[in-house]
């Protein structure tokens, strides 16, 4: 091979600012990486004067070589070992990741090879390296152990690779512990630190018994004393408490448990040093012990000890934002802990909080203080907002399996923090507190008549501040179940929601009120007031949902106040949450009133939809368009919540207004996708509430519908006339709607594929292919195989498979999935017309098309995720057309542009046709496509 060729491919492929040179160059490099004699060029490589690409390249020959080691001649594996030793040994000097590569390769190696011919060969490598060079040598345990780690969690490892991995931990351990010993004074920091990371490795295995440890244990103690070697001995220590091992032998646990908490002072000491590091370390090992041993260690005596040093842990630092790892650790490990002590057996859950109790009152008072807010909250960006609310959500998680576990204990020690801080007038920790009584109160006892009502009797007296009255709010909504037992506090709490809610009218900065051309307050005007309009509208619908019988004589007051706000720009999703709960309430009355009710609440709204659908369009502006897209979705939510089955004249007499309006709107507006969806969502949900809500309608919406799909091509659309589809498709009267509008949307999806604007809309195409599935199902073969027709001049049915075949050469998974299951419908139901199938599979060629584009497209091009779907094709058309198969498959699979054994492709042949169900079949042609793959 020539060197310098090699040399300058590199130098090109890496630095030339010419795209068609880099392209020639990664060629050839991938020529020269696949050749047979391509290992004997990595030691000229490798030389010291090339390049660090240069280095690179050499190593990624090996590696194209060692994953490819089929051999089991000993002698060829043996001339390799030596290679790659001599490697190890020359090229030790270069930089770090050569010689780590080397070692890893050689790995590789062990574990590819047949191990019967390798036998005991890790023992041999460790004693030629050793002694030349104890780094190189830890290098190679390392990787080795790595490697095998590697295959065990992808679940490849053999049971032979398995043994010789296990055989090889005690040369492992020795070796470790040999160069530990005599490296107490960290003489060598590279030598320890590598030392002390190949044996977290071995650690990490969970092969190696616990009581070969023990020593180890003690010498990487030792190491935790040096700042050079600290992190290197803490991972030991973290893999050790992580041992699957350790929760199954009380007394190890116990003095292990023991060793960390001596660690407790160190702990300390960084933190007064504000050493970042070492903090995150002794945290790490903390939470690793506790999370993994949660059982055994409650029954240590030990345990309660543990429990205060990780208590102490999370309440570092008081607030969140200034060591967030930290804070993120401990939360994640005290949810999991907090929901095991509620899963406990009731005997042991008792015993539990007697032991615990006090250790949870204080992580209950830890979260309060770290769930404070900065003071300056509103300045911070708007990512590290979002981080404190994602650490403040998860917080109250936690809060809540805490007042499930502990229940009175729990708001009883809130309602303490309540009061503190409003003694102190400090509005960051009365935030806080409420914040978490908001949480706890879903778990909160509906009996407590001592300290819920304190909590209550606060809320009323809140000094005036914004995050108050969120917190407050939230509360007030979340203690509907509570409600129940004391009525005479539901107009104190629905004036505090409603109160919130009206507060939605902005304040504008200037003298004039600040509109956008729909009538809606623009952003600038209602940002700072948003949240609180929007947590008075989740709170009320909190509220309804606890107690909405209570809430029947308030509703016109209700209602009102939600007109208001609506009227001065209450956001979307408030307006559908109060829209929800005005209907949960009426669902406690009778259907007749809940429909008057919801017309008189949305009143506002439908009017808006009536002047946008009776608008000419090119007078409507974008944000008209934004504006009636928003007051559907509200009408939808609205509608979802009725969930009724008895008949009403007044609600139908509003699904046909709101019917007849979407027909105009769809008509008009098709290339608005928010408006689209809004209307899809409304229509869905109306058939979900009744089916027959839209049965006198389906005959004018469901054309309106199919053409705005093909002018839009958005998804929602054909979603919507498949769902229609799925309702009232088997009714004869709306058959022949149907069948006309599927050929229509049939049409104008075909006029995509030709002009190829499918692959600019792949959501739309996969909306294309479950409309074909389900009117196959819904209409069958007495509609697209009968002799009207598969008289016409191109029947449906044959395009419909022609197109469908088609699409499995496209990249889009789930379009090529859908695209099978439209395959599978089609050889279904042409199995059921012998003389259909063979004129469409057989005569016209159709047959071989489909079984040769399954075939190339599972070996070759389709994403591999798509593959058990294209094979269940073939799968399907073997069951169902055997005959044909057996015609054109071998021609196809001999032509396959691949170089599968010929041997291969036979046993593939004559196994396809000795097998009777897809299950079978399918596994079958996994596997071939996965060869074909991998060569």
Sequence with gaps: MDLDGIVGAVQAFYHSDDLKLRTQAEEYLQEVRSAPDSMHIVPYLLAPQTSPEVHFFAISVLQANAATIKSQNPEVL??????????????????????????????????????ESMQGVFGQIVEDIMPRSQLAGLEFIKAFIQEGCKMIQQKTITPASMQELQAAQPTALAALQTVLSQNMEVADVSLAVTALQSLAACIE?????????????????????????????????????????????????????????????????????????????MCKLVTELVDDNIDTLLTLAEGPALFDLFIHMTDHPLQFGTQETQSELTLKVWYRVLQGFVELERETRHRTRRVYLPHIMQLLRVLQRKMMYPPAIETL??????????????????????????????????????????????????????????????????ADDEHMPRIVAMLESLPPNKFISIASVRVAGALGAWLRNRPDQVTTMLDIILKNLLTVTPQPRTGVVSRDTGGNWTP?????????????????????????????????????????????????????????????????TNLDRAVDLLQNTLQRELEEIDNCACTAQAALQPTQLKCAASDIRVLGHAIRFLRIKEESLRLRQLISKVSALSVQLILRHSSDEPLMQALCDMLMNCMRVNVHLLDTNIGMLAPAVGSGFVESQHACLVDLLTSSISVYGRDEAHTAMFLDVFRKVHGGVVGWFEAGQHVES?????????????????????????????????????????WSIAALMLQEPHVVKQACNAIVELLRMLAKSPAAAEDILGEKGVGHICVETCMQSMCTSAPAICVPDIARCIGTFQLNFSTILQQVLPAIVAALPVSVREDVKESLLQQMFQLDSIGQLTSLLKSFSAMCRAV
């Design 381 to 446: 960006n708007e990512h590290y907002q979002e981080s404190i609310e994602k650490y403040r959500h998860e917080a109250g998680n936690v809060i809540m399996f805490i007042s499930c576990f502990t229940t009175l204990n729990c708001v009883q020690v809130l309602a303490e923090l309540l009061e503190a801080g409003l003694r102190d007038d400090n509005w960051l920790s009365v935030e806080s507190s409420l914040t978490c009584i908001y949480r706890a109160a879903t778990f909160s006892p509906a």
């Design 762 to 802: 792949p959501d739309a195409t996969a909306g294309y292919f479950r409309l074909v599935c389900r009117m196959l199902r819904t209409l069958g073969e007495d509609v697209f195989l009968s002799e009207a027709a598969l008289s016409r001049p191109v029947p449906l049915v044959l395009t419909m498979t022609q």
């Design 205 to 281: 295995t969970g092969i190696v018994p616990l009581a070969a440890l023990n020593d180890h244990l003690n010498l990487t103690l030792a190491f935790t004393g040096s700042d050079e070697t600290f992190s290197a001995a803490m991972e030991c220590l973290v893999a050790l408490a992580g041992h699957p091992g350790l929760e199954d032998e009380p007394e190890a646990l116990s003095a292990f448990v023991t060793t960390v908490l001596s660690l407790r002072e160190m702990y300390d000491a960084s933190l007064a040093q504000q050493d970042d590091e070492k903090t995150e370390w």
């Design 524 to 588: 600038d005007a209602r940002r700072t007031l948003q949240t609180e309009a929007d947590a008075g509208a989740e709170a009320f619908r909190d509220l309804c949902e606890g107690c909405d019988d209570l809430l029947l004589p308030y509703v016109n007051s209700i209602n009102l106040a939600y007109r208001d706000a609506a009227s001065h720009g209450l956001s979307t999703e408030s307006r559908a949450l109060v829209a929800e709960g005005l209907v949960l309430i009426s669902r406690k």
């Design 78 to 115: 043996g001339h390799l070992q030596q290679l790659l030793l001599n490697l190890i040994f020359e090229f030790s000097s270069l930089e770090t990741f050569v010689y780590r590569s080397l070692c890893a390769v050689m790995a590789t190696v062990i574990f590819r090879s047949v191990p």
